[in-house]
């Protein structure tokens, strides 16, 4: 359906591809490799560890969460490459969604290992990446090293949003995460009971609400405006 030479000008004609250092675009190219999945194929699984880098170049992706709803990637008419899986960069967490194949499609993936030790051989690339995941999440992403700096209850709002927000734009009214997905040392830093504690504040606010171990989000705008902060505040 495509070839190196297309999504190679896909690549070069994307706005965030484009405007990365030519050392990391090179890294990108060199790196990430091409990958076709027939209808229904899994490209990842809810618990695999952090899978790395992917960028949609055709076909749409479907995606299940923990409540067992299941939400489709739109198809990328116009928007080629479509980026996903740079979360995983900041919480080297496991995913916590299903992905397969919605219909057939074409997508690059560069594996999370070669990405991380790339970020740790030269840091200033973070800023880049916080980009990408800064345009989905709809305020800033501060570098790794300073999320912790969060207040505590901006830090869970911050988390979650990361959770719910980080595949972008989908069309679903209620997000669903799993108590178990919190838990990332590197983005949080809280004990359990302060977590629970933050929890129990956002769902006396009805910006949460909580079902066992899963935490429905009912409000994404309200949850930006509690993860906001001098470190995540969009400047205008």
Same mark, same amino acid.
């Given at each position: /359906?495509?070839?190196?030479?297309?999504?190679?000008s896909?690549?070069?004609?994307?706005?965030w591809?484009? $405007?990365?250092?030519? =050392?990391?675009?090179?890294?990108?190219?060199?790196? /990430?490799?091409?990958?076709?999945?027939? =209808?229904g194929?899994t490209? &990842? $699984?809810?618990?695999?560890p952090?899978?790395?880098?992917?960028?949609?170049?055709?076909?749409s992706?479907?995606?299940?969460?923990p409540?067992?709803?299941?939400?489709?990637?739109?198809?990328?008419?116009?928007?080629? #490459?479509?980026? &996903?899986?740079?979360r995983?960069?900041?919480?080297?967490? #496991?995913?916590?969604?299903?992905?397969f194949?919605?219909?057939?499609i074409?997508?690059?993936?560069?594996p999370?290992? #070669?990405?991380?030790q790339?970020?740790?051989?030269?840091?200033?690339?973070?800023?880049?990446?916080c980009?990408?995941?800064g345009?989905?999440?709809?305020?800033?992403? #501060?570098?790794?090293?300073?999320?912790?700096?969060?207040?505590?209850?901006?830090?869970v709002? &911050?988390?979650?949003l990361m959770?719910? $927000?980080?595949?972008g734009?989908?069309?679903?009214?209620?997000r669903v995460?799993?108590? =178990?997905?919190?838990a990332?040392?590197r983005c949080?830093?809280?004990?359990?009971?302060?977590?629970?504690?933050?929890?129990?504040?956002?769902?006396?606010?009805?910006?949460?609400?909580?079902?066992?171990?899963?935490?429905?989000v009912?409000?994404?705008?309200?949850?930006?405006?509690a993860?906001?902060?001098?470190?995540?505040?969009?400047?205008?």
């Open positions: /359906m495509t070839n190196g030479t297309q999504w190679s896909w690549l070069l004609n994307d706005r591809f484009t $405007e990365l250092p030519a =050392s990391l675009q090179d890294s990108l190219l060199s790196g /990430m490799q091409q990958r076709r999945f027939t =209808s194929r490209v &990842f $699984e809810r618990g695999q952090a899978t790395g880098l992917y960028a949609l170049l055709d076909g992706i479907r995606f299940g969460d409540g067992q709803q299941c939400h489709d990637l739109p198809r990328p008419v116009g928007k080629r #490459p479509y980026w &996903f899986g740079e995983a960069l900041f919480d080297d967490q #496991p995913s916590a969604l299903d992905g194949a919605e219909g057939s074409i997508l690059l993936h560069m999370h290992a #070669p990405i991380r790339l970020l740790q051989e030269r840091p200033a690339l973070w800023r880049h990446f980009a990408l995941l345009q989905k999440l709809g305020l800033v992403v #501060p570098l790794p090293e300073q999320i912790t700096l969060l207040p505590t209850v901006e830090r709002a &911050f988390r979650l959770l719910t $927000e980080g595949y734009e989908l069309d679903r009214s209620e995460v799993a108590l =178990s997905s919190m990332s040392q949080l830093g809280l004990s359990g009971e302060v977590v629970e504690r933050v929890l129990g504040e956002l769902a006396e606010r009805n910006i949460v609400r909580r079902e066992g171990d899963l935490i429905h009912l409000d994404t705008s309200r949850l930006r405006r993860a906001l902060h001098r470190l995540t505040e969009v400047k205008a």
